[in-house]
């Protein structure tokens, strides 16, 4: 029986403004104004106001709704309040730890991605891609060139890293939040020509990881954090690998010890630079260094040799964990038994996870898989596994790397930057033949 009292809410938010079915479609009424950035919390804080704002536009757009003018306003304050934190002594650009600590900050990625976000919003797509195309040498080359290697095919998995693959590198993870022409880009492919689009990253799922820094609408990627050890499906359900409880207390164990650092006034900004101090599922992540190399090599070293020492003590034969030293970030990984002993669990290890829980049908393809580091190369060998039907697109300017992947998988693509990969993408999903694709509920396409 219908509850009386259900009809109240209805009310109270038409007093708001919201009297139909769509508030959750609702761009909040945020206007960032031009606002000081002294401090990480500060810079975090407005870079969280910009995905709430960011996040119902994409929503929009997908929904075939026209968006207000003032939400554009907002993302350009937030923009103006980076930039004069960034230019105003470019040399000197600082963010305060605390009242005593201070470092020099790179903030050029928040600044070129909120620009190019109201670029895109202002003056359209065709527009936009005119003015990407000139941030980059042989864009309309490299773009025609993934064109033709989609071929308008239908792919059933299509597996991507986050990260310098689909979005470019940010100083720092915590405000590496997802712009807007990306989320249409990536979600117009992954709804139209995929049937199981999923991230898989190794930075957390949550708390704080990919679901807090994405803008994609919901129900459209597979989201895996920690290499593919967590992942949320697309009816929202969490989805957790086994891990051994002896060695779950050991890495409870390592993070205490290794957050204890955070007290050491010498250590401390490893915690806020690049990807800072990461608690994942069964993995642990502290930067030594950031992508524009702002810290000195022998602190970089010393923060290593620290960490290096914890685990030493914690796990002296070595088998619990392995650490991995990608000379940006230290990773700490707790092993897996593996066919020859112990090893690291790596992103192949969490796809054959996900699809565990899934069923991806991986026998079945085209699958595409995209990546930009060694570490992607695992989940492009998982797929390979079960068919050679598998297409790899990887952004990297590392002949070696390039080398590597294109010998593991004939249908090879490389390309420069992540701008191209998605602009490759995004239209690729405008030319293809419609087929039945993983459309997700609202999606107007
Ligand atoms: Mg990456």
């Not at 923060?303 to 991995?324: A, K, M």
């Not at 294109?406 to 030319?431: K, M, Y």
């Amino acid at each position: 029986m219908r509850n009386p009292d259900s009809q109240s809410p209805v009310f109270l938010e038409k007093e708001q403004g919201f009297s139909l079915p769509t508030k959750e479609y609702a761009i909040p009424d945020i206007d960032i104004s031009l606002q000081p950035i002294r401090s990480f919390k500060d810079l975090f804080h407005l870079k969280a106001l910009t995905r709430k704002i960011r996040s119902p536009i994409v929503k929009n757009i997908f929904s075939a709704r026209v968006i207000n003018l003032r939400s554009i306003e907002s993302l350009k304050n937030a923009r103006r309040s980076l930039e004069d934190v960034y230019f105003r002594d470019y040399e000197t650009s600082i963010i305060h730890i605390d009242d005593m600590h201070s470092i020099n900050v790179d903030l050029s990625y928040e600044i070129r991605e909120l620009k190019k976000d109201t670029y895109y919003l202002e003056h359209g797509e065709d527009y936009f891609i005119d003015y990407i195309g000139k941030l980059y040498n042989k864009f309309d080359q490299h773009v025609r060139r993934g064109l033709e290697f989609l071929d308008n095919l239908h792919f059933n998995c299509f597996i991507t890293d986050r990260d310098g693959t689909t979005n470019n590198y940010c100083g720092h993870y915590r405000s590496s939040i997802q712009p807007v022409y990306n989320a249409i880009f990536l979600s117009r492919f992954a709804s139209l020509c995929t049937d199981n689009p999923i991230f898989i990253t190794s930075a957390p799922l949550k708390n704080f990881g990919i679901i807090d820094v994405s803008v994609n609408p919901e129900n459209v990627f597979i989201y895996a954090g920690s290499k593919g050890r967590e992942f949320l499906d697309l009816d929202l359900t969490e989805h957790r690998a086994y891990i051994d409880p002896v060695k779950q207390v050991r890495f409870e164990e390592l993070a205490a010890k290794v957050s204890e650092l955070e007290k050491n006034p010498e250590l401390e900004k490893f915690f806020y630079v690049g990807s800072g101090f990461q608690l994942k599922f069964g993995q642990l992540t502290i930067a030594r260094q950031d992508v524009a190399n702002t810290i000195a090599e022998e602190e970089s070293i010393n923060l290593l040799h620290n960490v290096t020492n914890i685990v030493r003590e914690i796990d002296p034969d070595g088998s619990v964990f392995r650490i991995l030293d990608t000379g940006k970030d230290i990773e700490i990984i707790l092993t897996i038994d593996g066919q020859n002993g112990t090893k690291d669990f790596d992103k192949g290890d969490g796809l054959k996870f996900i699809d565990s829980r899934i069923n991806l049908r991986l026998d079945k393809g085209h699958h595409l898989v995209c990546g930009d580091t060694a570490s992607d190369i695992p989940m492009l060998e998982a797929v390979l596994e079960y068919t050679d039907d598998v297409y790899a697109i990887f952004v990297t300017k590392d002949a070696e790397l390039a080398g590597k992947v294109a010998q593991l998988c004939p249908n090879t693509l490389i390309v420069p930057s992540p701008d191209i990969l998605l602009t490759i993408l995004g239209v690729a999903a405008l030319t293809i033949k419609r087929k039945k694709g993983c459309k997700a509920p609202g999606i107007f396409l």
